[in-house]
């Protein structure tokens, strides 16, 4: 039995949800205040809509349709959540001269290479610099928020030594002593 699974989804005001049969699964749509999204789920896991609750049911009770069972349900949490208040994940910059600078749907990083690095910013993310040293990353799409945060964070994982890098804001860096001096040598 999937605790997750089975907890209903209440959805706010403002939100519609559309479910149409496909022959791939079902396609849900969900739109709200900031935006649509759209996925297709596997069709062992049935979605129903009853008023404004959001419900899901499995075919059977196969391994694999448990797994799915809960993974299917926050799913579509995550797509009410998004398109209701949003995701937000800051970035801090931690190094000497390590800066970074968003203009427009651009933005660029300054993190000790002998180059600037520049991404640009996909359709659907909000990215905002208030510091040198911060980041801040908004989207309805937790999916594709999470993604780019991540590509974000690889361009200078934190080092365990000095801790410099790019990290999540409240991510524990796990630190390394460093070599360790003799005496007489």
Do not use: C, W
């Amino acid at each position: 039995m999937s605790r997750i699974g089975n907890k209903p989804i209440e959805l706010p005001k403002g939100v519609t949800v559309d479910i149409q049969d496909t022959v791939l699964g079902q396609k849900v749509t969900v739109k709200g205040p900031k935006g649509t999204l759209e996925r297709t789920f596997r069709p062992e896991i049935k979605i129903n809509l009853e008023g404004n609750i959001l419900t899901t049911t499995r075919s059977s009770n196969l391994k694999s349709v448990h797994q799915l069972h809960g993974t299917t349900r926050a799913h579509l949490n995550n797509m009410v959540v998004g398109v209701t208040d949003g995701f937000k994940k800051v970035l801090l910059i931690s190094g000497v001269g390590f800066k970074a600078k968003a203009e427009g749907n651009k933005i660029t990083f300054n993190l000790g290479f002998s180059h600037d690095i520049k991404l640009d910013v996909p359709e659907g993310i909000k990215i905002a610099t208030p510091k040198d040293n911060r980041v801040e990353v908004e989207g309805f799409d937790k999916e594709l928020l999470g993604a780019f945060a991540q590509k974000i964070r690889m361009l200078r994982d934190p080092d365990p030594y000095k801790a410099k890098g790019v990290s999540y804001e409240g991510e524990v860096i796990r630190r390394k002593a460093g070599k360790a001096m003799t005496k007489g040598a």
